[in-house]
Structure formats: structure tokens, C-alpha cells
């Protein structure tokens, strides 16, 4: 069974099958578009389907109905992941802004605006792990969690660029920029290609790295200072660049579910799932430039 977490999963994937359109490609609009085996989001209602496949059964489809060709009108465009990311990275954007405005960081205000970071931060963790396990998207949620995790980002944009350095976030942003338009080119012009081994490899790699960052956490909540040294000096370095080429491989991941899902005909809502993954993917790749920018500016 494949997990349902977007940040730890994409659609697509299976231990029957590998990555989906990789052994059968996708046909325009047909009925054998949904008796693919390797299409996840395949008709279901039909004997021809291998039961072993866990993605040989559409969920969204009504069970028993006829065979029909594919069409336009409620399946995911490029349009649609387009409009839904920009809404989803817009509400990330605009409250980041009025965090920053309304929530100072100045001595008098700092713990009270630290406080609200944190909590806001922490609400949007639990409502994405919610996102994550459900079924299907649930805009309402997946924008509430936009809202607060730019809460989160601006008051610590506000502290880095008070306290380490002016124009470190200017140049965050613009790093995010180019490590998302560097894949997105690479990713088309097939210098990365997204199978198993590659979804295997980025899967563990991620994994080992979240697990050496919650065990550097808790030395340094129990230890004081910053725990192993993961987040500090060369070792800070080495991470930064590690969890930034981490996110780089996310959005190759990201990308891939977005070309598969319109090409297999995904719902539109689906686009929803889509611009969740890609706000989780640029959040990882902006708080990791500004971590290590602020630990190269702090070393000067």
C-alpha cells in the first residue's frame, strides 16, 4: 500500500508496479486509458483489472459504470495546478507580509512574536499531516495551512534579516526561484529522470535527514546550544546544502505527479493535492537558503 502523505509519497508509486506510466503509457481519451495497469487513476468497474494492483481501481470512479473515453471537463489541467498554486503560494505570501508588519521583532515584542511563530508553525504542521492522510484535498484546510505557516515564515524572515543580516531573505527567494525554475528546466529537458530507483533513493535519503535533525533537536532542547553542531558552523554548511539539493529532488518528485496526473486524467481536484505538495517542497527549500545563509553571514 502506498502511503497517503504527499511529503513522504507521490501518487503514482507501487511495489507491484513501480512508478505509474513508466510500463504502459497513457492514450489520449480512450477506454483503455482507464484498463491501464499502470495507470492510478483507472476505471474501475471491470474484470480485466489485475485485483494485485493497488492502483487498478480508480477511487473516484462510480463502481460497475460503463467504460466511457475521457473527458475535459472535470479532469486536472495545467491550468488548474497553476491557478491552485499560485492561490495556495499567494496566501503563504500575503500573510508572510503582515507578519512581518504586525508582528515586530524588537526586543520589547520579540518572545510575544516569537510565541505566535511557534504556534502558528505548529497548527500548520498538524493541519498538513491532517491533508496528508486524507483521502482526498480539502482546499479549506490546505489554504488555513498556508495562512499560518506564513505566519511562521515571516517572523522568522523578520528575526534572520534583523538580527544576522539585511537581505538574506532577498536572496532566500531568489535562491528558492532559481532552484525551482533549475529543476523545472532540467526536469523537461529529461536530464532528470523520475523513476523507482530515484523515488527509492530520495525517500531514504529524506528520511535519514529528518531523523538526524529531530535527534540534533533534542540534544539541544535537552543539551543547550545546537545539540550535535547540524545546524551550526561546517557541519550547519554541509546539512544546508544537503536539505536544499533534498528539496531540488522533491520538486522533481512534485513534477512528475503533476505531468502523470494530467496525462492519466486525474480529477481536477487533484490539482489541490498538487499545489500542497509544491508549497510543502518550496517552504523545505526557502527555510533551508535561509538557515544556511545564516549561518554563512554569522561566520563573517
Same mark, same amino acid.
Given at each position: 500500500?502506498?502511503?497517503?502523505?504527499?511529503?513522504?509519497?507521490?501518487?503514482?508509486?507501487?511495489?507491484? @508496479?513501480? !512508478? %505509474?506510466?513508466?510500463?504502459? /503509457?497513457? =492514450?489520449?481519451?480512450?477506454? $483503455?486509458?482507464? &484498463?491501464?495497469? *499502470?495507470?492510478?487513476?483507472?476505471?474501475?468497474?471491470?474484470?480485466?483489472?489485475?485485483?494485485? @494492483?493497488? !492502483? %487498478?481501481?480508480?477511487?473516484? /470512479?462510480? =463502481?460497475?459504470?460503463?467504460? $466511457?473515453?475521457? &473527458?475535459?471537463? *472535470?479532469?486536472?489541467?495545467?491550468?488548474?495546478?497553476?491557478?491552485?498554486?499560485?492561490?495556495?503560494?499567494?496566501?503563504?505570501?500575503?500573510?508572510?507580509?503582515?507578519?512581518?508588519?504586525?508582528?515586530?521583532?524588537?526586543?520589547a515584542n520579540l518572545n510575544k512574536s516569537y510565541g505566535i511563530a511557534i504556534g502558528a508553525g505548529l497548527v500548520a504542521m498538524v493541519l498538513a499531516l491532517v491533508q496528508s492522510f486524507k483521502r482526498r484535498p480539502m482546499p479549506a484546510l490546505i489554504l488555513s495551512y498556508a495562512a499560518l505557516e506564513?505566519?511562521?515564515?515571516?517572523?522568522?524572515?523578520?528575526?534572520?534579516?534583523?538580527?544576522?543580516?539585511?537581505?538574506?531573505?532577498?536572496?532566500?527567494?531568489?535562491?528558492?526561484?532559481?532552484?525551482?525554475?533549475?529543476?523545472?528546466?532540467?526536469?523537461?529537458?529529461?536530464?532528470?529522470?523520475?523513476?523507482?530507483?530515484?523515488?527509492?533513493?530520495?525517500?531514504?535519503?529524506?528520511?535519514?535527514?529528518?531523523?538526524?535533525?529531530?535527534?540534533?533537536?533534542?540534544?539541544?532542547?535537552?543539551?543547550?546550544?545546537?545539540?550535535?553542531?547540524?545546524?551550526?558552523?561546517?557541519?550547519?554548511?554541509?546539512?544546508?546544502?544537503?536539505g536544499i539539493i533534498l528539496g531540488a529532488c522533491f520538486l522533481a518528485l512534485d513534477f512528475k505527479q503533476v505531468e502523470d496526473g494530467i496525462a492519466y486524467g486525474a480529477p481536477r481536484e487533484e490539482a489541490w493535492l498538487a499545489a500542497f505538495g509544491l508549497t510543502l517542497t518550496l517552504v523545505w527549500?526557502?527555510?533551508?537558503?535561509?538557515?544556511?545563509?545564516?549561518?554563512?553571514?554569522?561566520?563573517?
Amino acid at each position: 500500500m502506498r502511503s497517503r502523505n504527499p511529503v513522504f509519497s507521490r501518487r503514482g508509486f507501487s511495489r507491484d @508496479n513501480g !512508478y %505509474a506510466g513508466f510500463n504502459a /503509457a497513457p =492514450q489520449a481519451g480512450g477506454p $483503455a486509458v482507464g &484498463t491501464q495497469q *499502470g495507470n492510478p487513476y483507472a476505471q474501475g468497474g471491470t474484470s480485466a483489472q489485475p485485483t494485485g @494492483n493497488p !492502483y %487498478a481501481q480508480n477511487p473516484y /470512479a462510480q =463502481q460497475g459504470a460503463p467504460q $466511457a473515453p475521457v &473527458t475535459t471537463g *472535470g479532469v486536472m489541467t495545467m491550468d488548474d495546478v497553476v491557478a491552485r498554486t499560485a492561490t495556495t503560494l499567494g496566501t503563504v505570501v500575503v500573510t508572510a507580509v503582515l507578519s512581518w508588519l504586525l508582528l515586530p521583532v524588537d526586543e520589547a515584542n520579540l518572545n510575544k512574536s516569537y510565541g505566535i511563530a511557534i504556534g502558528a508553525g505548529l497548527v500548520a504542521m498538524v493541519l498538513a499531516l491532517v491533508q496528508s492522510f486524507k483521502r482526498r484535498p480539502m482546499p479549506a484546510l490546505i489554504l488555513s495551512y498556508a495562512a499560518l505557516e506564513g505566519v511562521f515564515l515571516g517572523v522568522i524572515s523578520s528575526a534572520v534579516s534583523t538580527y544576522i543580516a539585511d537581505g538574506v531573505v532577498a536572496q532566500a527567494v531568489l535562491g528558492t526561484m532559481a532552484v525551482f525554475a533549475g529543476v523545472l528546466v532540467a526536469y523537461k529537458a529529461g536530464w532528470i529522470r523520475v523513476n523507482r530507483r530515484f523515488y527509492g533513493f530520495v525517500m531514504a535519503a529524506a528520511l535519514g535527514f529528518v531523523l538526524l535533525m529531530a535527534v540534533n533537536l533534542l540534544f539541544s532542547v535537552f543539551g543547550g546550544g545546537d545539540g550535535l553542531g547540524f545546524r551550526s558552523g561546517g557541519l550547519g554548511i554541509m546539512f544546508g546544502v544537503i536539505g536544499i539539493i533534498l528539496g531540488a529532488c522533491f520538486l522533481a518528485l512534485d513534477f512528475k505527479q503533476v505531468e502523470d496526473g494530467i496525462a492519466y486524467g486525474a480529477p481536477r481536484e487533484e490539482a489541490w493535492l498538487a499545489a500542497f505538495g509544491l508549497t510543502l517542497t518550496l517552504v523545505w527549500i526557502y527555510l533551508e537558503f535561509l538557515r544556511l545563509l545564516s549561518i554563512l553571514n554569522s561566520s563573517d
